[in-house]
Nanobody
Framework: QVQLVESGGGLVQAGGSLRLPCAAS????????MGWFRQAPGKEREFVAA????????DYADSKKGRFAISRDNAKNTVYLQMNSLKPEDTAVYYC??????????????WGQGTQVTVSS
């Protein structure tokens, strides 16, 4: 079992930046692909970014390319999502996930509880 805990969410103005850490416990994440998803009010959960176990490959949803960056530190059992140039439409609950790479996406086996990101205009 892998337990995932996101943090770093909050209220930020449009154009600002946030960095979301996701700390894992229970097992090492070094053998898992990791990723981020988000869910806005009234919408389905959507893929944001994924990274392979050894960071050799990353993938992003098209609309996030160039603004978001996923990274990981296996020694710290932590994955990060750096979000820049935030827009009001980025407002959502952001979820960390661990699982397997499937094509250019992540197929999650474990989920965190989510952290709220709110971008004001």
């Amino acid at each position: 079992q892998v337990q995932l805990v996101e943090s770093g969410g909050g209220l930020v103005q449009a154009g600002g930046s946030l960095r979301l850490p996701c700390a894992a416990s229970g097992r090492s994440i070094s053998s898992y692909a990791m990723g981020w998803f988000r869910q806005a009010p009234g919408k389905e959960r959507e893929f944001v970014a994924a990274i392979t176990p050894s960071s050799t490959r990353v993938d992003y949803a098209d609309s996030k390319k160039g603004r978001f960056a996923i990274s990981r530190d296996n020694a710290k059992n932590t994955v990060y999502l750096q979000m820049n140039s935030l827009k009001p439409e980025d407002t959502a609950v952001y979820y960390c996930a661990a699982g397997l790479y499937y094509g250019s996406r992540l197929s999650p086996d474990y989920w965190g509880q989510g952290t709220q990101v709110t971008v004001s205009s």
